[in-house]
């Protein structure tokens, strides 16, 4: 295929993938502020000057639950990504970036 040939196979995958991109980054992201909002209570509950103190109780299976939820989304988002920067050249797009955090 030709530099001025368009693959419209391409440019139809991509334009898929991205919005696919798009609605599992929303999941990933709703998974995170549900473990989130539970961790924040733990800290937020509770009073150990109380009298009688009051302690909450700790979850770990729910926890997680709540972060295998979280890999579950994360795993589907980055096959995504990936098929997505696999199209995208030939489609004359942009890879998507990833940012990796230490």
Known sequence: ?????????AVGRCKILLEKIKTQHIDRTKAISDL???IYSLHQKGNINYIPPEVVVFDAENLTRLVDKIGLADSELMRTVSEYNNW??????KPVKL???E
């Open 1 to 9: 295929m030709s530099d001025n040939q368009i693959n419209y196979e």
């Open 36 to 38: 989130r909002a539970v």
């Open 88 to 93: 995208c050249h030939e489609a004359g797009e």
């Open 99 to 101: 940012i990796e955090i």
